[in-house]
């Protein structure tokens, strides 16, 4: 049954960039812990933040999804599909969701284990106000004014470079022109996130860019606040997952030893063994003992492998491989490997080792692109593949993750500015990088 609160409609406003920005609450979604609706300019994103009445069991992290849902009536478009829906999200879609889910992810409480969802649905998009920021900016407020516990707020906004001069939130034409893509979200206090792409810009307009954008998301998360204090709600208590000082200090001073020898190598293979024998061997001599605390073993073994290297940096300036504070791993290149590829080189560093190719096409091997976006194709393309051999685990190949794409989608923003044009270089290219092994 509702309560009149969760009936309440209320409307906010704000100036970001000389444009309103509109926060309509209590009108719709009154079942979600928390959700608004974002109006900037004739760009409107519904947000709403969800949580379990409990914790999931048997999970050793804090499972939280944010979905960013692009819908094609936003822009007056009908789906491209034979089924004239939407289906997987884009590329474009996984990425809004990874860099709004950065900043907000680290805010939860670190031992919560409900599963909490955010879902961003653009349901308008005026190309000059970004549904991205919209989006962030909503998660933030509907996280805020929810009884989820979190740490909050956030704000977010966008930076260009035209003319010699920074453009807060730069509009369609000013990002046409710009020589700078970048996103900042921060806190009152700190910046918490960048995503950054620069057609080789100086340092010092980047630094500058991202202090003015720090500057401007200040006054909005005080914004945020005045919301949150005016329509709330007090945040539920979940509960916690401790790890057992008593458990972890009987480990900490019977095993310290054991640990440091075992991790003292720079062979990943021979650490990891050497971790899980240890491991068998301390579930062998406290299991009967701690019986209760069965689940919390891996966490207590966890925190003093990594109590190990922070006290390796701290008191001996080394790292866990035995390099100095200073010191790289060592770096080896190849290319030509494949013969029937158009090109193709190998990159190792360490125990991580990469394998690209690049293949050329025709204009009519460019991407064509169905989403909200003004952009309908694209020439260069770079695929990111991360197999479970990499990383000596034996799972099955299926389509690619988010981290894949993401990852695809760095390297594709750090070269795209280096690429001759279209008119010097009339070709469309695919690079793929195939993760071949990987030391994390």
């Known amino acids: ?4 609160k969760e009936f309440d409609q209320r409307t906010f406003e704000y100036e ?12 719709m979604c009154g079942l979600s812990n928390g959700s608004c609706l974002v109006r900037y300019g004739d760009t409107v994103v519904l947000v709403n933040a969800t949580a379990s009445e409990k914790p999931r069991d048997g999970i050793d992290f804090f499972p939280l999804s944010v979905d960013y849902e692009e819908k094609l009536y936003s822009v007056g478009h009908i789906p491209g599909s ?23 992810r680290p805010l939860f409480p670190k031992d919560m284990r409900n599963d909490v969802s955010i879902v961003c649905t653009v349901m308008s998009v005026e190309q000059d106000n970004s549904p991205e920021i ?23 906004l966008q930076i260009g470079y035209v003319d010699g001069k ?40 980047m630094f500058d860019a991202i202090m003015l954008a720090h500057e401007t998301i200040k006054p909005l998360c005080d914004f945020i606040e005045g919301i949150a204090n005016e329509i709330g709600k007090p945040k539920f208590n979940y509960t916690e997952i401790n790890v057992p000082e008593e458990l972890f200090n009987r480990i900490k001073d019977n095993y310290i030893e054991d640990m440091r020898r075992v991790m003292d190598t720079d062979d990943k293979n021979v650490r990891d063994a050497g971790v899980a024998e240890l491991t068998d061997r301390i579930h062998a001599d406290l299991d009967e003992e701690f019986e209760e605390f069965q689940p919390m073993f891996g966490e207590c073994i966890y925190k003093l492998q990594k109590y190990v290297v922070r006290r390796w940096l701290l008191d001996d300036n080394k790292r866990v491989d035995g390099r100095a504070m200073n010191e790289v791993r060592p770096l080896a290149a190849e290319v030509g490997i494949l013969p029937r590829v158009h090109g ?12 690209t190719t690049c293949t050329l096409g025709t204009v009519a091997d460019y991407q064509l692109l169905d989403g909200i976006s003004p952009e309908t194709e694209k020439r260069y393309m770079h695929h990111y593949n991360f197999p479970g051999y990499s990383v000596g685990e034996a799972k099955p190949i299926r389509s690619p993750g988010r981290r894949e794409i993401g990852h695809g989608a760095l390297a594709e923003r750090a070269l795209e500015p280096v ?10 290219l695919r690079l793929v990088s195939e993760v071949l092994s990987s030391n994390g």
């Open 1 to 4: 049954m509702f309560t009149r």
């Open 16 to 27: 970001l960039a000389g444009r309103k920005l509109v926060v309509e609450t209590g009108k």
């Open 82 to 104: 034979f089924q004239r829906r939407e289906g997987r999200p884009g590329d474009k879609a996984i990425l809004v969701s990874r860099v709004i889910d950065r900043p907000i």
């Open 134 to 156: 919209c989006a962030m900016i909503g998660t933030s407020i509907a996280l805020s004014i929810s009884d989820i516990p979190w740490a909050g707020p956030i704000g977010g």
């Open 166 to 205: 920074l453009v807060i939130n730069p509009t369609e034409k000013e990002r046409a022109e710009s020589t700078l893509a970048l996103t900042v979200a921060a806190s009152k206090k700190k910046v918490v996130m960048i995503e950054a792409g620069a057609n080789e810009i100086p340092d010092e307009v």
């Open 344 to 355: 193709s080189g190998m990159f190792t560093r360490g125990q991580t080792q990469v394998l």
């Open 419 to 428: 690429i001759p044009s279209e008119t010097e270089f009339p070709y469309c």
